[in-house]
């Protein structure tokens, strides 16, 4: 059968998006399934989390347009209201008063018109002073090409915003002037410089060169291109879901784009921005850290931050089309992603749901300028029940300690590690500062160090044939020492054909100084987000222990140390979290 242009480059799309989630079908299998029902009585909720956000069953992939308007979080989220694999995408939409507990509400958009009769991606919400939201999303139109189009809520005083409309005027943005009507889409939240246009940039790309698009326009309904774009790389292929967003240089607190809402004071002076990617071929976010220029409307990385696929990574591990939002009830910036699943379509459909959220997280620019720091928004503390705690405890070469008393399969743990002995760490070789992956790939949990591997096994067996290991290695580097944190799910279950992965990030702290370093890993069934050093490393990995699929069995926590130098626990305490609620209300 011979497919038009469009649609064959757009078949190709799900095929290569279907590929990169490790171990895939390919498109038909994309067709055949994408309308298999899945009835609720059915779901397998044995690997399911039960307190990151996700809805009862099907696909859920994106964050799209999160937001705090009118005392209540908004949470949006790419869809298929009809089976588990990714198609018939919506906005699905979810209130909140405390980004915790979620009521799921009727889907926002969905394909009605020309100009969106073909899908309904990916966008985000500008709050318009005076008026309200205002929602930017990608339509794929009835010829298959990508345009930006814009809803508004039907009525702004519903505090669930519960339906939207599609003004006829749509869509407000088309690929013309050479644009690649497939590679255009993801319309970020909206700012006004101050010669009083707003601006909104769409991801692109101009052969492999990624690219953002820069819009202005008076009204925020009519929108002209800017001659320039407002940053690209060469050789990075399609950027998807772009944010750009401002940081101050000080302090945990978050700053609007549109800075009528924030009073600036001579603290907030300091401003930088942080300009972030989801790169379509790696299937990874990176961003830099830098400054958005007004007078010219160009955004410009600092000089020391790496502007391509080696850059700085929100997280290690599987975490793509992130999203940020500025929170105006706690003035902070708050980032979720999407963590899709690692096990394969057939396990998908069989349990009849798919991708999960992260837990909401704080973000503000490190002291240093050159990274930003993440930590779980503070609300989701209010699911911690039983605790435990551990004190003073030596970790000997070769030794664990099991955490007891809390279920460990649904854990808050939290863990300072003092080190010793560094300078009997092992050599660094700089030619491992490019691959940090490939190093916790090759320098495993098992594989004995001298100041690690120490850290945590997750979702353990008791005979330790499964296990997810979340840990750091330090090295010597000149007179200097390099971190590295791992999540390692080469191990986490005993079944071969999973895509199980090490991934691995730096840490940019200073051992030597501190002489200890912190973890903190939700574990939530199949999700274990770590938080390295206080956020300045993040690394998430889904994993599906056989374990988990018998009720009986026991689940296991421990920490260990692996290395010939003692660690000490200064100070572990671990939570048993309860579930979140997430009820359906359409
Ligand atoms: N997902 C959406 C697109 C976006 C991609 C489609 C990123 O808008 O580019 O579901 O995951």
Redesign the pocket.
């Known amino acids: 059968m011979e497919f038009p242009t469009q649609f064959r480059t757009l078949l190709l799309f799900f095929f290569f998006?279907d590929m990169r989630q490790g171990v895939r079908g390919s498109h038909e299998l994309f067709n055949e399934s994408r309308s298999v029902a899945v009835e609720l009585s059915k779901v397998d909720n044995r690997y399911k989390p039960v307190y990151h956000f996700r809805p009862p069953k099907n696909w859920m992939?994106?964050p799209n347009a999160p937001m705090y308007f009118n005392g209540i979080y908004h949470f949006l989220y790419?869809y298929n209201p009809r089976g588990a694999v990714?198609g018939n995408?919506v906005w699905a939409h979810a209130v909140s008063v405390d980004l915790v507990n979620w009521k799921i509400v009727e889907p926002a958009i969905y394909p009605t018109k020309s100009f969106d009769i073909n899908?309904c991606?990916?966008?985000s919400a500008t709050i318009l002073p005076g008026k309200g939201p205002a929602v930017l999303y990608?339509g794929v139109d009835s010829r298959n090409r990508?345009v930006q189009n814009i809803v508004f809520p039907m009525n702004v005083s519903d505090p669930y915003l519960r339906r939207w409309y599609k003004p006829d005027y749509n869509p407000v943005m088309r690929p013309v002037d050479g644009i690649n009507a497939t590679s255009f889409?993801?319309p970020t939240t909206g700012w006004k410089a101050s010669d009083g246009k707003w601006r909104t940039i769409v991801?692109s790309k101009v052969d492999r060169m990624g690219t953002v698009i820069l819009y202005r326009s008076d009204d925020f309904i009519h929108w002209k291109k800017a001659s320039r774009p407002l940053h690209s790389v060469m050789n990075t292929g399609?950027w998807?879901?772009p944010d750009l967003f401002p940081v101050l240089c000080r302090g945990k607190r978050g700053v609007d784009h549109n800075r009528h809402t924030t009073p600036v004071n001579h603290i907030d002076r300091c401003v930088k921005h942080v300009l972030k990617v989801?790169l379509?071929d790696t299937r990874y976010d990176y961003y830099t850290v830098g400054k958005y220029h007004e007078d010219s409307d160009e955004y410009v990385p600092n000089l020391n931050s790496i502007d391509n696929a080696n850059g700085l990574r929100y997280d290690y591990g599987s975490f793509?089309?992130s999203k940020s939002f500025y929170d105006d009830k706690k003035q902070r910036r708050i980032l979720w992603s999407?963590v899709n699943e690692t096990d394969l379509i057939s396990d998908d459909i069989a349990k009849g749901w798919a991708g999960v959220q992260t837990i909401p997280r704080s973000v503000w620019l490190a002291k240093n300028g050159r990274q930003v720091v993440q930590w779980p928004v503070e609300e989701i503390e209010s699911l911690r029940g039983k605790k435990t705690e551990m004190k003073g405890l030596k970790l000997k070469q070769g030794s664990r300690l099991e955490v007891k008393g809390v279920k460990a399969t649904q854990t808050d743990v939290e863990v300072v590690f003092k080190v010793s002995g560094l300078e009997r760490a092992e050599p660094f070789d700089p030619s491992w500062f490019s691959d940090p992956e490939k190093l916790c790939a090759h320098k495993g949990a098992e594989v004995p160090g001298k100041v690690g591997p120490f850290g945590l096994l997750v979702l353990a067996s008791g005979n330790l044939t499964e296990y997810t290991a979340v840990f750091f290695r330090v090295f010597k580097y000149r007179s200097k020492y390099v971190t590295l944190m791992c999540s390692d799910a080469t191990r986490s279950s005993l079944r071969s054909e999973l895509y199980k992965r090490s991934f691995g990030g730096f840490v940019d702290i200073d051992i030597k100084k501190r002489q200890q370093i912190s973890l903190r890993s939700l574990i939530d069934r199949s999700i274990v987000e770590s938080f390295g050093a206080k956020g300045r490393t993040c690394i998430t990995s889904r994993v599906y222990p056989t374990l988990l699929s018998d009720e009986k069995a026991k689940v296991h926590l421990f920490a260990f140390n692996h290395g010939s130098e003692t660690v000490k626990i200064s100070n572990l305490k671990a939570w048993e979290m309860r579930k979140a609620t997430i009820v359906e209300d359409v």
């Open positions: 998006f992939n994106d790419q990714w995408i899908g991606w990916s966008g990608t990508q889409r993801d991801g399609m998807e879901c989801s379509d793509y089309a999407w």
